[in-house]
């Protein structure tokens, strides 16, 4: 099959990867004015979250952002849907046949959810604990409010994105819960700067009216522009009173640039780029903010020369300069969680000496 065939590609520069990071640790040989950053977007495969956090941080040292994966594998209670429920404040959701429901009361799938999550931050703690030097930041990832709105039902069955106030009333339990939890991940990584990405994959459709009903015969009336600013608005607000760095991924580009004035970076796909969409990469970063960019396929490789050329090309025929390119963060562009953990690894160190390539070529110019 071509995509195992494409999958296995990364496969070889795992194997070399114990060879070839001695070469890579070698000193900075250019300006830091120019280094490219690189995470990634939170899932990954399998069940061991020990070995993934070693395996994430070990790729993702400083300077670039370090992340706690999410490890869906584990089961419904391991996604990054139920570590977004387990945070909520005064809320419940259990498992229904069609998803997630909010309930009055106690939940032991909610509450399972809980114990993940925090069982996933004492398994970072003892790792940063066991670092011989503390990581520049971490990266958490959450459902953003609306599509956490829309990926919980109602008791009566239909999604809660249909009531503007349970809209709201979600929103301000996940605020609640995530000031509450941003405590433990402060305990378990004291000395890094904390980052928390919103996942909004929902957010087009929310906001076009096109989520089905339960009976499937109708949609939802669509979230009014001033809600979804208002309420970015609060939870951005929020978040920087935590001393919290705030990114929305996967959501759709113009929705991105109406929340550029709140969040602090916004995350694109690099695929399928058009020139108007690298413009608008280079309105965001002159606005100040930064652009995460999905550079590296998870299923098919390109050559890092090849990658780092193209990239480069595209930031100056924009615009964008050398010293501008402290606002780029790399990051996959596809799910880890389809392909195995060392693959997955690989695809991190891909993202890393691409990083490095552009730096090198920025100062080379």
């Known amino acids: 099959m071509p995509r195992v065939q494409r999958i296995a590609q990364y496969a070889s520069i795992d194997h070399e990867m114990l060879s070839q990071k001695q070469g890579m640790d070698a000193g900075v040989t250019f300006d830091q004015r120019y280094f490219v950053r690189c995470t990634g977007l939170g899932n990954w495969s399998g069940s061991d979250v020990i070995d993934t956090v070693h395996r994430v941080r070990g790729e993702l040292g400083s300077p670039h952002l370090s992340y706690l994966p999410a490890l869906p594998d584990r089961g419904y209670a391991a996604s990054t849907l139920a570590r977004s429920i387990a945070v909520l404040d005064g809320l419940e959701a259990d498992g229904a046949s069609f998803g997630w429901r909010l309930v009055s009361g106690y939940s032991r799938e ?16 003892d790792t940063v604990g066991k670092e011989s030097a503390s990581g520049n930041a971490l990266k958490l990832q959450f459902c953003g409010p609306f599509t956490l709105a829309s990926s919980l039902h109602l008791p009566q069955g239909e999604r ?17 819960g995530l000031g509450s939890w941003l405590k433990l991940v402060r305990e378990a990584v004291p000395d890094e700067q904390i980052v928390i990405q919103f996942d909004e994959p929902d957010l087009g459709a929310a906001m076009a009216g096109q989520i089905s009903t339960a009976s499937g015969l109708r949609t939802y009336r669509a979230i009014k522009p001033e809600i979804l600013e208002s309420s970015y608005e609060l939870l951005a607000l929020e978040m920087k ?15 991105l640039a109406s929340l550029q004035s709140t969040v602090n970076a916004s995350a694109f796909s690099s695929k399928n780029f058009e020139e108007r969409d690298w413009e608008k990469v280079a ?13 590296a396929d998870t299923h098919q490789v390109q050559s890092v020369s090849s990658l780092a050329h193209s990239l480069w090309k595209s930031w100056r025929t924009v615009g964008l300069s050398a010293d501008q390119l402290s606002g780029l963060t790399l990051t996959e562009r596809g799910d880890l969680s389809e392909i195995s953990s060392p693959q997955a690894t690989a695809v991190l160190r891909h993202l890393t000496e691409t990083a490095r390539a552009v730096s090198e070529i920025a100062q080379d110019q």
């Open 110 to 125: 909610a509450e399972k959810a809980r114990s993940l999550f925090t069982s996933d931050l004492n398994a970072l703690a």
């Open 283 to 295: 309105t965001l970063i002159e606005a100040g903010q930064q652009v995460w960019l999905g550079v």
């Open 160 to 176: 809660a994105i249909a009531d503007y106030g349970a809209v709201r009333d979600i929103r301000d339990a996940f605020i609640a």
């Open 241 to 255: 009173n935590h001393n919290v760095f705030t990114a929305v991924a996967n959501a759709p580009h113009p929705y």
